[in-house]
């Protein structure tokens, strides 16, 4: 009902635009009056001259002058009458717009506007996106069709101009991470964190979110937020299994074993991440981590891309993504593997990296980013022999090369 009144006061608004200069009466021009007082005064002028009050040079100068003012009077008549005549086409006109207005304007919008369709502010768009539910009419779940990065960057513009609003900064925040950019990821945790207030999920998100950014390593800043969610929630799975790897990366192995067993035993039937933590106590224990349940599709996990990274169980800087957040656990790996890709770029005389990197891409199931790896180590290590002989060692343990 709000909308249509407001949609009815507005037309109101614009047939009154158009209605005003019809309705107004033009203003009465004086002249035809002066155009008998010229040529009173041109009489006046004649008769002057011939009683030889003025001379001729006189006269004729004074009868040009009236005579333009006459002539200016006269166009000023026709103007005057000009406008006079069309004021039945003015009321024509009035009364069409009138009708025409509303109507013309009702018929549009109903054709083509959604005067039913509810509010969707941008932050519940964007997290319905992020959830992938599809909006009405696109079924793509992606609002008027524009990308994620196009969405993203309206939140962020809106976030630059209201910092304080936290539901936005608490939406944003997974997208982040599902996009890998985990330090804005931690940034608008911590924002969302601070302005909407301490919860036990919402310290374990943070904690996460910095574990992330910090390439897998529980930081002492994650630590303290675990901390702090399992003070408000004993159970929550997510702190409880962070707590048990930075255990494990501190090298005290038998508590994140127990940690992870513990958290076993409070798991629920449909809990999708025990075989997660089973794998995670196999490598903390230092024996073999098994193989997927057939149930479960074939697929890398932190776990294995950790170790293929040389970082578990020997290494304390051991990589995994919260048992909950199977979703974005993919970036995560990539991101690891692309930082360490990176950093060989800039480095290439660490053989061990190049080995790790290629094991790393044969995990991944990339077998041509693996042997890419292969060429460029053996170019960035130029004539060493003893580390070209490394890599040719390590290589032929994958398999990639008899």
Not at 108 to 126: A, H, K, T, V
Not at 229 to 258: C, H, M, P, T, W
Request: charged share 25%.
């Amino acid at each position: 009902m709000t909308l249509w009144l407001l949609l009815a006061f507005m037309t109101a608004m614009a047939v009154a635009a158009i209605l005003w200069p019809l309705a107004r009466r033009p203003k009465p021009v004086a002249a035809g009056n002066d155009v008998a007082v010229y040529r009173d005064q041109l009489e006046e002028i004649e008769r002057d001259r011939a009683n030889g009050a003025i001379g001729a040079p006189e006269a004729e100068a004074a009868r040009i002058e009236v005579s333009r003012r006459l002539l200016a009077a006269a166009d000023a008549t026709a103007a005057e009458s000009a406008a006079a005549q069309p004021a039945g086409y003015r009321r024509l006109a009035g009364i069409l717009a009138l009708i025409l207005v509303p109507v013309g304007a009702s018929a549009l919008y109903l054709q083509l506007g959604s005067p039913e369709l509810p509010g969707q502010p941008l932050s519940d768009r964007l997290a319905r996106v992020h959830a992938g539910v599809p909006m009405q009419g696109n079924p793509q779940g992606n609002p008027q069709g524009q990308s994620l990065e196009a969405l993203i960057a309206r939140v962020e513009a809106y976030l630059e101009k209201n910092p304080d609003d936290g539901r936005g900064w608490e939406v944003i925040a997974p997208v982040y991470m599902r996009s890998g950019n985990y330090e804005a990821a931690a940034k608008a945790r911590g924002h969302a964190l601070r302005l909407l207030g301490s919860t036990a999920e919402r310290e374990a998100d943070f904690g996460e979110t910095v574990v992330a950014a910090a390439n897998g390593v529980v930081t002492a800043e994650a630590h303290a937020a675990f901390d702090r969610a399992i003070k408000l929630d004993a159970k929550n799975v997510s702190a409880r299994f962070y707590l048990g790897l930075a255990a494990e990366q501190d090298g005290r192995k038998a508590d994140a074993v127990a940690a992870w067993t513990a958290l076993l035993a409070d798991a629920t039937p449909e809990a999708g991440w025990t075989e997660f933590v089973r794998r995670s106590i196999a490598r903390a224990e230092g024996r073999p981590e098994g193989e997927v349940a057939k149930s479960e599709p074939q697929r890398s996990t932190t776990a294995d891309v950790a170790k293929a990274l040389g970082m578990a169980p020997e290494a304390p800087a051991a990589a995994a993504p919260a048992p909950q957040a199977k979703a974005g656990e993919d970036d995560m790996i990539r991101g690891m593997v692309s930082r360490l890709a990176d950093r060989l770029k800039q480095d290439g005389s660490d053989v061990d990296g190049w080995i790790r990197l290629v094991r790393s891409y044969v995990v991944l199931g990339d077998a041509d980013k693996a042997r890419a790896a292969i060429t460029d180590a053996r170019t960035a290590l130029g004539k060493d022999s003893e580390k070209l002989r490394r890599l040719d060692d390590g290589v032929k343990e994958l398999g990639l090369e008899g």
